[in-house]
Antibody
């Protein structure tokens, strides 16, 4: 079945970086964009950015420009989100989510990766 | 950025009764291509979000027909015709018409 499986829980110190992976299966990876969305504890959803696995094009929310890098590895059908200079307010669950074609919706979500930033 | 405002923030509902959630955008969500990119997501406790509806009223695969969406321009509504226990969770609207995509703050649906 179509699914996105993310890497496991991370604990990082302030100033460090984290790289979260999102492995796709059950569909043609290069045919759908991948979005990254985060959710701070007890809070709502925040869109971070998007990448096209087809050509590597990216779009980032202004807030994350310069601190987030999205990449893909088409040989393994895996998307990556690299977040640098971590702060305590980056503590959140990070989700990858697939584009629903051109309908500007997110139809398949990964299970989420908890990233905790603490000294 | 387009601000999405949901009401109510919490909705206690009796099992078997209908429920309704409103979502208002700070700007029209009608895209230049004529489509309105408003979707609804459900997040059950401890789970990732799940797509329910896209482009206002189109149910995603596997979504029960008790979920329906309506609205136009800046005002949208998610309706559940008869609430079931499995519907407990937080519901979010999301706009994809204008970059960046933005979400409503969420509405918590709970059983009375």
């Amino acid at each position: 079945q179509v699914q996105l499986v993310q890497s496991g829980t991370e604990m990082k110190k302030p100033g460090a970086s984290v790289k979260v992976s999102c492995k796709a299966s059950g569909y043609t990876f290069t045919s759908y964009g991948i979005n990254w969305v985060r959710q701070a504890p007890g809070q709502g959803l925040e869109w971070m950015g998007w990448i096209s696995p087809y050509n590597g094009n990216t779009h980032y929310a202004q807030k994350f420009q310069g601190s987030v890098t999205l990449t893909t590895d088409t040989s393994t059908s895996t998307a990556y989100m690299d977040l640098r200079s971590l702060r305590s307010d980056d503590t959140a669950v990070y989700y990858c989510a697939r584009d629903h074609g051109t309908d500007e919706a997110f139809d398949i979500w990964g299970q989420g990766t908890m990233v905790t930033v603490s000294s | 950025d387009i601000v999405m405002t949901q009401t109510p923030l919490s909705s206690p509902v009796t099992l078997g009764q209908p429920a309704s959630i409103s979502c208002r955008s700070s700007q029209s969500l009608v895209h230049s291509d004529g489509n309105t990119y408003l979707s609804w997501l459900q997040q059950r406790p401890g789970q990732p979000p799940r797509l329910l509806l896209y482009k206002i009223s189109n149910r995603f695969s596997g979504v029960p027909d008790r979920f329906s969406g309506s609205g136009a321009g800046t005002d949208f509504t998610l309706k559940i015709s008869r609430v079931e226990a499995e519907d407990v969770g937080v519901y979010y609207c999301m706009q994809g018409t204008q970059f960046p995509q933005t979400f409503g703050q969420g509405t918590k649906l709970e059983i009375k």
